[in-house]
């Protein structure tokens, strides 16, 4: 993505389908680069996640979970996304196994 964003930061990196007909969000390399930049900077300095750390998030599927996943790869922390709609099993289950530090 940071290659990307430097040698093309204009160009189209996620096309969001919303739920609505014909309705659509488009995000460009650098959109995406300075989200996962600003959620990284929230792991680390607020969550205080660093290297090695595991993490899981519960969240709707959109363009933040991809910037939430590319943070916590820039990071270096292992991480989970668990979308809305599993059951509240199905997401106990999940955050047990995962043993995660850190949940939101």
Known sequence: ???HALEAPDRVAL???KDEPNQHEEITFQQL?????NYAW???NVAKLKKG???AFYMPCGP???AMALACARIGAIHSMVFAG???Q???SRINDGKYEYFR
């Open 90 to 92: 199905a997401l106990a």
């Open 42 to 44: 929230v792991l680390r």
């Open 15 to 17: 096309i969001y389908e």
């Open 33 to 37: 680069h300075t989200m996962v930049l």
């Open 53 to 55: 750390d595991r993490v």
């Open 64 to 66: 933040i979970a991809v």
């Open 1 to 3: 993505m940071d290659r």
């Open 86 to 88: 599993f059951s509240s």
